[in-house]
């Protein structure tokens, strides 16, 4: 129990409730997550077009995802962009058409440009947008108005991630890389 004399001064009768209530601030603040990074421009952007076919979702790469900074891990070691920026091609397999002529240009100021060709077909994909570096600087997340991949970095060459955030295995691994030229 509280020692009764503690309040028999008016001055501290008139202050009792200030240790309850720094008690409680300090509650407070110990319940709050500060684990998940906050982005301010989570909403700004938005997902993949969803007008395409599923070819469109294969060069997007990810069908369904959410905005960028959601769920993701930011890299909290230094990446220097002139160690991925550069041109890269590569053609990725495609339902239905023959295959996804991509070019892809990383430029050091975390923005990008992708132009995309369905062989056999007239559909193109001319698209900008900017970049973010994750999990200590293996992936490169590409954001544009039609455009949501994620890549992994390798040497000389980007890996084409599945819509989990996987590298591709298996037999058609080697179809789904951007070289650098």
């Known amino acids: 129990m509280m020692n009764t004399n503690f309040f028999k001064n008016d001055r501290l009768k008139k202050y009792g409730w200030l240790p309850t209530m720094c008690l409680l601030c300090l509650f407070t603040v110990a319940c709050v997550d ?4 906050q982005d301010d421009d989570q909403a700004a952007t938005g997902t993949a077009s969803e ?8 060069q997007t790469g990810q069908e369904g995802t959410t905005a960028a900074g959601d769920n993701e891990s930011t890299t909290d ?13 590569g053609t990725i397999p495609c339902e239905d058409c023959q295959g996804i002529r991509t070019k892809i240009v990383i430029n050091n100021n975390e923005t990008f440009q992708i132009s995309s060709e369905h062989l056999g077909t007239d559909k193109k994909l001319n698209d900008n947008g900017r970049f973010k570096v994750l999990e200590n600087g293996s992936i490169l997340h590409l954001r544009g108005k039609d455009t949501d991949l994620k890549l992994k970095i390798a040497k000389d060459k980007l890996l084409h991630l599945d819509n989990k ?11 789904f890389v951007y070289n650098k030229v």
């Not at 007008?51 to 294969?58: D, H, L, M, P, R």
């Not at 962009?81 to 550069?86: K, Q």
């Not at 591709?168 to 691994?173: C, K, L, M, P, S």
């Open 51 to 58: 007008t395409g076919s599923a070819s469109s979702n294969a």
């Open 77 to 89: 070691v230094a990446v220097n962009p002139t160690d991925f920026e550069g041109s890269y091609e």
């Open 34 to 37: 500060l684990s998940k990074p």
């Open 165 to 175: 955030g996987e590298v591709i295995e298996g037999e058609a691994a080697n179809k």
